[in-house]
């Protein structure tokens, strides 16, 4: 089955950091998403993305957040100011169509701010 | 959107068959029951989604009775490779599930 990559696997920064989350979603995908698993608590969604655009957003996803397709590969997340609490497992998810009802996650990035 | 609520937790042991209900009593008549698996430190992963009656696939099946305020998630001769996070999500079928929360889910211990 086709797969969703993520790097790194792991993310160690220091507060107030810049950091960049990297995903190369499956091939022939169209639609693109974030999602946050805070350990212990719920996945939640971050941000849709599709046709060079953000769709949508959730309230957690804030001015310190922001998405990006720098070419025909990867899809990003940077957090330019990070928190304590932005200490958490990311999640990078893809699908062709709207209408799919299968969404493909990667494996993830943990990131710990220190 | 429709609040679920399913067990914490459940041990098995291998071989056995194991069903996870899930509830969701406000389910909406365009809602969907879409249900994932997550593995420690992986992300989540599509199992099954169902209507209404029953829907099989090579992993698993679904069972919806006829008021659809529940549904069962069903493995069947579950070995230790099943033991994961189970999430049960009611919502859309496609646009817009993407929103939906995972809650706690079902932690499914496989006993050898």
């Known amino acids: 089955e086709p797969e969703v990559t993520q790097t790194p696997s792991h993310q160690v920064t220091q507060m107030g950091q810049e950091v960049i989350l990297r995903c190369v979603p499956i091939s022939n995908h169209l639609y693109f998403y974030w999602y946050r698993q805070i350990l212990g608590q719920k996945v939640e969604f971050l941000v849709s993305f599709y046709n060079n655009e953000i769709s949508e957003k959730s309230e957690i996803f804030d001015d310190q957040f922001s998405v990006e397709r720098p070419d025909g590969s990867n899809f990003t997340l940077k957090i330019r100011s990070t928190k304590l609490e932005d200490s958490a497992m990311y999640f990078c998810?893809?699908?062709?169509?709207?209408?799919?009802?299968?969404?493909?996650f990667g494996s993830g990035t943990q990131l710990s701010v220190l | 959107l429709a609040k679920t609520t399913q067990p914490i937790s459940m041990d098995s042991y291998e071989g056995q068959e194991v069903n996870i209900t899930c509830s969701h009593n406000n389910i909406a008549t365009n809602d969907y029951i879409t249900w994932y698996q997550q593995f420690p430190s992986q992300g989540p992963r599509f199992i099954i989604q169902g209507y209404k009656t029953k829907v099989t696939n090579e992993v698993a099946s679904l069972f919806i009775p006829a008021d659809r305020k529940s549904s069962t998630l069903s493995l069947p001769r579950v070995s230790l490779s099943d033991t994961a996070v189970y999430y049960c999500l009611v919502g859309p079928k496609g646009f817009g599930n993407e929103k939906l929360t995972f809650g706690t889910g079902t932690r499914l211990t496989i006993i050898p």
């Open positions: 998810a893809s699908r062709q169509e709207p209408t799919n009802e299968k969404l493909f």
